[in-house]
Structures are given as C-alpha cells and as structure tokens.
C-alpha cells in the first residue's frame, strides 16, 4: 500500500517561496506518475503538475508554469514541489498524489493513492 506524507507548507508573503515534500512509501515507483493537486478556498481540487518518476519527465498547469518546479529523489523516495513568485491565488491545501503507469494525467480520478495535504497561504 503506498504511503504518501506531505510536508513544507506554511505562510509567506507574496513573491516568496516554499518548497513542499512528498515521502513516499510502500512499494518501488519505478513506474508511477507522482503529481501535485491543491484545492483552494471555496473551489474544486485542480491539477499543479506531475513528474514520472522514473524519466522525470514532467508536466505543469499553465497557472503555475514558469514558477513551480518538481523534481523528485529517488533515493529518498521523496518528490518536491519548488514554488516561486508566489501569489495570493496559490493559497491552497496542496497534496501529493500517485498512479501507475507512464502517461501524466491531470484528472484526480485517475491517482488511487494520495497524502492528507499541506496547507500553503500565501499573503497579500
């Protein structure tokens, strides 16, 4: 059964950054999708971005491109979510979440295992 813990929220000002984790284990993901979902306040939970993790490809939201990163540490079995330039609308509970497979896909239907969240606020 996977296991999946987030870590590394918190608040900051606007502009600034925070890097969040995702442990993860339970099992080997050489061939798993690990992504990045957050729901804000009073919406539905949406796609951030994804990595696989064994090419390490990844794949981003056009709302956060160009300022979020992931990456991810086979060794530790922990993904990373780099957030940069960050602004009052990245205020979310952020998880991680993961599937089998090669393809990134941003429908939350498709991951079966996921982590209780992290809370990020960002202010004004």
């Known amino acids: 059964q996977v296991q999946l813990v987030e870590s590394g929220g918190g608040l900051v000002q606007a502009g600034g950054s925070l890097r969040l984790s995702c442990a993860a284990s339970?099992?080997?993901?050489?061939?798993?999708?690990m992504a990045w979902f957050r729901r804000a306040p009073g919406k539905e939970r949406e796609f951030v971005g994804a990595?696989?993790?064994?090419?390490?490809?990844?794949g981003y939201a056009d709302s956060v491109k160009g300022r979020f990163t992931i990456s991810r540490d086979s060794a530790k079995n922990t993904m990373y979510l780099q957030m940069n330039s960050l602004k009052p609308w990245d205020t979310a509970v952020y998880y991680c979440?993961?599937?089998?497979?090669?393809?990134?896909?941003?429908?939350?239907?498709?991951?079966?295992?996921w982590g209780q969240g992290t809370q990020v606020t960002v202010s004004s």
């Open positions: 979440a993961a599937r089998s497979g090669s393809y990134i896909n941003i429908r939350q239907s498709e991951y079966d295992s």
């Open positions: 990595i696989s993790w064994s090419g390490g490809r990844t």
């Open positions: 339970g099992r080997t993901f050489s061939n798993y999708i």
